[in-house]
């Protein structure tokens, strides 16, 4: 069974910062790139940031850059989102998803969600 599973949500004032994890388990993790969505009441799916397995490269959606960075660990599994610097505008569900690098790219997973998998989110929310 394919599983995402995302940790580390919480309450955060702004300035501060937060780390989420994704763990992955149920398909081959070094096939596929991981990337990390955002999604606000009433606003759109936005694609945050997406690492690919295999070689790496990292992505970033402007709103983020210098502030977010995300990083893999593939003997565990998991794709980690450190959020520095954190903003009101950055309160939203945080999802990870999965995409297989044959079929997809860490690009069109950012700007069009096609990914293969999906994980239930956890909330991040940033105080003013």
């Known amino acids: 069974e394919v599983q995402l599973v995302e940790s580390g949500g919480g309450l955060v004032q702004a300035g501060g910062s937060l780390r989420l994890s994704c763990a992955a388990s149920?398909?081959?993790?070094?096939?596929?790139?991981i990337g990390w969505f955002r999604q606000a009441p009433g606003k759109e799916r936005e694609g945050v940031s997406c690492?690919?397995?295999?070689?790496?490269?990292?992505y970033y959606a402007d709103s983020v850059k210098g502030r977010f960075t995300i990083s893999s660990d593939n003997a565990k599994n998991t794709v980690y989102l450190q959020m520095n610097s954190l903003k009101p505008e950055d309160t939203a569900v945080y999802y990870c998803?999965?995409?297989?690098?044959?079929?997809?790219?860490?690009?069109?997973?950012?700007?069009?969600?096609?990914?293969?998998?999906w994980g239930q989110g956890t909330q991040v929310a940033v105080s003013s």
């Open positions: 998803a999965a995409g297989a690098e044959v079929t997809t790219t860490p690009v069109l997973m950012m700007m069009y969600g096609v990914c293969d998998y």
């Open positions: 149920g398909f081959t993790f070094d096939d596929y790139a």
């Open positions: 690492i690919s397995s295999s070689d790496g490269s990292t």
